[in-house]
Each structure stands twice: as structure tokens, then as C-alpha cells.
């Protein structure tokens, strides 16, 4: 039972991780670790950038990262 618990503990806290991550209102540049996850990020928030990422709107996120 003890393990079963810790299972359980460990999976609640990798969900909260990863709806931590998703649920972020707000996502900066350097809130990423490479230029991909940024662009891909950015690519699956949607038209309108709505975390900025493209502030010189030319369809690619993050310069600095590159
Ligand atoms: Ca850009």
C-alpha cells in the first residue's frame, strides 16, 4: 500500500508538472532551453502570438535563440 501511495504521488506530481508548464499565462523566450521548443511552441499557441515570442512578427520566435 505504502508503494501504491508513492506511485500515485509521484504520477500527481508529473501531471502538475506538466499542466504547470501549459498553464503558464504567459511564456518568455527564455522560459525555453533551445530555439525549437520555442518555435514549436509558438507554431502550436496559434495566429496572434499570444505570448509575444514574435515581437518583430515575422513568423519567427525568438531570434535571440537561435
Ligand atoms: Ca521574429
Known amino acids: 500500500m505504502k508503494i501504491l501511495m508513492g506511485t500515485a504521488a509521484a504520477v500527481a506530481l508529473l501531471l502538475s ?9 504567459d ?27 514574435d515581437r518583430d512578427r515575422d513568423g519567427v520566435a525568438c531570434e535571440s535563440l537561435r
Not at 17 to 25: F, R
Open 27 to 53: 511564456m518568455d523566450c527564455k522560459d525555453f532551453s533551445s530555439w525549437r521548443e520555442a518555435q514549436e511552441f509558438y507554431e502550436r499557441s496559434g495566429p496572434g502570438d499570444p505570448h509575444d515570442l
Open 17 to 25: 508538472i506538466d499542466t504547470g508548464v501549459y498553464a503558464q499565462s
